[in-house]
């Protein structure tokens, strides 16, 4: 099967996050008839192609969002114009699916790079971090590296934000509006709108590849009524973390900087980063001729603890999350060439010590 159709199978094949059963059963189905042994738990699909001493894991995700408004075609259905095929999931990340699946199929037919165990893993439930690739780690074994395909226009991405969300209660007390002049009264509101200008105020150390993380209030709810002062109003922090920032102590440094009630939300998704010394980063920057960049956007990385990884997959990660969302045949190629060469590098830096 080329490229172009393999792709167009995956997303005429609809995957939206916690329904995968149909594209599991697709992509499970390919595999064994190029002859790898397939494991299944849930949704999720893996196999491992060659033996050795390390072991690569090779992963992207199989679900795709909701679709949202604004399509042009059918989102559930491939719809090539040219040589660009739109459709949901087509550059998040179906592309990458489509490119690790027939370099595994070129390495089932050819042989497995030397010396390394290259565990391919297609998992669930990416977009809504439930049962993916977190609960299938431990089934997985110990890995020595990891490719998260993601569409990075195949920039070798060492570097991702993590997500620290807050909830934050700042207390007053309660009574007639009227009455407010008079003293005794402590309006929530107000002071939670001190807190927000002090957030909005919060600086962090910026990181070289992804720059200075700043906390972002997206969520505020108040009062009771229109004739009472409020004696509670709830607010939440958003802030995007960058490698090297301890969500424990964030939190705690934020708590004591805001008059108002702190308590983690989400710490869940960790910020991450891997040396630039590593020799799958080495392999990457070689195989894509491109340098290291960090990525704002969160991924299955959050959940490998700390295994070393690159992010990187064909497609522009700006499409994602959009409507028309497209995948060009040229991309789709260039995905496949890059992690054949990718594997292989790996294998060669390993050997090198």
Not at 142 to 148: G, H, R, S, T, Y
């Amino acid at each position: 099967m080329n490229p172009a159709a393999l792709l167009t199978a995956l997303v005429a094949t609809p995957s939206v996050s916690g329904d995968e059963a149909r594209i599991a059963d697709l992509v499970a189905g390919h595999a064994e008839s190029w002859g790898a042994r397939v494991h299944r738990q849930g949704h999720n699909v893996w196999f491992s192609v060659g033996s050795g001493p390390k072991r690569l894991l090779v992963n992207s995700h199989l679900d795709t969002v909701k679709p949202c408004a604004g399509w042009n075609t059918e989102p559930h259905e491939a719809v090539w114009k040219d040589d660009t095929l739109y459709g949901l999931g087509a550059n998040d990340a179906k592309g990458c699916v489509t490119a690790m699946l027939l370099t595994a199929k070129a390495l089932l037919e050819e042989g497995a790079p030397k010396g390394v165990e290259c565990v391919f893993a297609l998992t669930a439930e990416e977009e809504t971090g439930g049962k993916g690739l977190g609960p299938l780690l431990s089934t997985l074994g110990p890995l020595d590296a990891a490719i998260v395909g993601e569409p990075t226009s195949l920039k070798p991405c060492t570097a991702q934000r993590g997500m620290l969300l807050l909830r934050c209660v700042a207390h007053g007390k309660s009574g007639h509006v009227a009455h407010a002049h008079t003293g005794g009264l402590d309006n929530a509101i107000l002071k939670a709108a001190r807190d927000i200008q002090a957030v909005s105020a919060l600086r962090f150390p910026a990181h070289p590849l992804l720059g200075e993380a700043r906390a972002q209030v997206t969520q505020v709810s108040g009062g009771l009524a229109r004739n009472q002062v409020p004696d509670r109003c709830e607010f939440f922090v958003d802030l995007r973390t960058t490698p090297g920032m301890d969500h424990a102590k964030v939190a705690e440094d934020v708590g004591q900087a805001l008059e108002s009630e702190v308590v983690v939300h989400s710490a869940r998704y960790l910020p991450k980063g891997t040396d630039a010394s590593h020799p799958l980063v080495r392999a990457a920057v070689v195989a894509s001729g491109q340098d290291t960049v960090g990525s704002s956007t969160t991924s299955d990385w959050a959940f490998l603890g700390d295994i070393p990884a690159v992010k990187v997959g064909p497609g522009d990660t700006l499409r994602s999350h959009q409507a028309n969302e497209y995948l060009t045949r040229a991309e789709l190629e260039a995905g496949l060439a890059f992690y054949r060469r990718l594997l292989h590098g790996y294998a060669g830096e390993v050997s090198r010590g």
